[in-house]
């Protein structure tokens, strides 16, 4: 499997509170676990993708909505191997609470294959698109969530248990992040957050579909490909700089994660 990263790079404000964006998953490429302040929806156009929000496990088809709500933990990976194609929209979530719409944090929307929410979708999609005036970008936004939230069936996960795992998921992914440029070991992890080796092991591969190894290297190869792409860096230094003790393994890793060489990623900077 290509664990090759994608990121969406979309952001919303109280005055810009709806983005769009397309993307496009590879041969079982995925969006790694993230998780981030603004709701977010994603239209499916073709292929088939695995999708997990939290606890949550979807197997997605094409001409489906998925709905992730603020700070879910979520990711998408292609499921056939093939192409999966999707339209990504950010909306932010304080404009939506400004507007007396309250979604639970707890709340789950199930996937949609309603032709009606669709729809509205792609009329919102295209009101942004076309740059129409910020107030009827609103009003339609608005309008959407209302639609979704009243015709969309709905599920409630509000366990402390559940809860006290996606803290602990998201706190072990920060700490790597703030970790990212030193050799961070899964030992010094389970040290760290003082539970055992099986039980963050496990609740990691649950909430995230890969190991925490897996975390760890990803993180760090998307990581090194900022570090090629916008610094003066050789390989090397990229390598020491993203918690790599050696060149080889660096670009294995590498090679495994992001899908070329990581000195095919400094050409292209060059």
Same mark, same amino acid.
């Given at each position: 499997?290509?664990? +090759?990263?994608?990121?969406?790079?979309?952001?919303?404000?109280?005055?810009?509170?709806?983005?769009?964006?397309? %993307?496009?998953? =590879?041969?079982?490429?995925?969006?790694?676990?993230?998780?981030?302040?603004?709701?977010?929806?994603?239209? *499916?156009?073709?292929?088939?993708?695995?999708?997990?929000?939290?606890?949550?496990?979807?197997?997605?088809?094409?001409?489906?909505?998925?709905? *992730?709500?603020? %700070?879910?933990?979520?990711?998408? #990976?292609?499921? $056939?191997?093939?192409?999966?194609?999707?339209?990504?929209?950010?909306?932010? +979530?304080?404009?939506?609470?400004?507007?007396? !719409?309250?979604?639970? /944090? %707890?709340? *789950?929307?199930?996937?949609?294959?309603?032709?009606?929410?669709?729809?509205? &979708?792609?009329?919102?999609?295209?009101?942004?698109?076309?740059?129409?005036? @910020?107030? #009827? !970008?609103?009003?339609?936004?608005?309008? &959407?969530? +209302?639609?979704?939230?009243?015709?969309? @069936?709905? &599920?409630?996960?509000?366990?402390?248990?559940?809860?006290?795992?996606?803290?602990?998921?998201?706190? !072990?992914?920060?700490?790597?992040?703030?970790?990212? /440029?030193?050799?961070?070991? +899964?030992?010094?992890?389970?040290?760290?957050?003082?539970?055992?080796?099986?039980?963050?092991?496990?609740?990691?591969?649950?909430?995230?579909?890969?190991?925490?190894?897996?975390?760890?290297?990803?993180?760090?190869?998307?990581?090194?490909? =900022?570090?090629?792409?916008?610094?003066?860096?050789?390989?090397?230094?990229?390598?020491?700089?993203?918690? &790599?003790?050696? #060149?080889?393994?660096?670009?294995?890793?590498?090679?495994?994660?992001?899908?070329?060489? @990581? $000195?095919?990623?400094?050409?292209?900077?060059?």
């Amino acid at each position: 499997m290509s664990f +090759a990263y994608l990121e969406q790079n979309i952001v919303t404000g109280i005055n810009k509170p709806v983005h769009v964006q397309p %993307n496009e998953l =590879n041969n079982k490429q995925r969006v790694p676990a993230h998780w981030h302040e603004d709701i977010e929806i994603l239209h *499916f156009l073709s292929g088939t993708a695995t999708v997990l929000c939290d606890n949550n496990l979807f197997e997605i088809e094409k001409e489906c909505l998925v709905f *992730f709500n603020s %700070n879910a933990i979520h990711s998408v #990976v292609e499921s $056939s191997g093939r192409q999966c194609l999707y339209t990504c929209m950010k909306l932010n +979530a304080e404009f939506i609470r400004k507007g007396d !719409i309250q979604i639970s /944090n %707890n709340l *789950f929307i199930a996937p949609a294959y309603n032709n009606d929410i669709i729809r509205r &979708f792609e009329e919102l999609k295209e009101t942004v698109l076309q740059k129409k005036p @910020p107030l #009827v !970008i609103k009003f339609d936004c608005l309008s &959407f969530v +209302a639609h979704l939230l009243q015709e969309q @069936p709905s &599920f409630q996960s509000d366990s402390s248990d559940s809860n006290s795992k996606v803290l602990l998921v998201k706190d !072990i992914i920060s700490y790597i992040k703030q970790h990212i /440029n030193t050799p961070l070991t +899964a030992d010094e992890i389970f040290l760290k957050f003082n539970y055992s080796k099986s039980y963050i092991c496990r609740i990691i591969k649950q909430y995230t579909q890969l190991t925490l190894i897996e975390n760890i290297n990803l993180l760090r190869c998307q990581y090194a490909k =900022n570090l090629l792409l916008s610094s003066n860096c050789s390989v090397q230094e990229c390598a020491e700089k993203s918690g &790599f003790e050696n #060149v080889s393994y660096f670009s294995k890793t590498y090679l495994r994660y992001i899908g070329e060489l @990581p $000195s095919a990623t400094k050409r292209i900077h060059i």
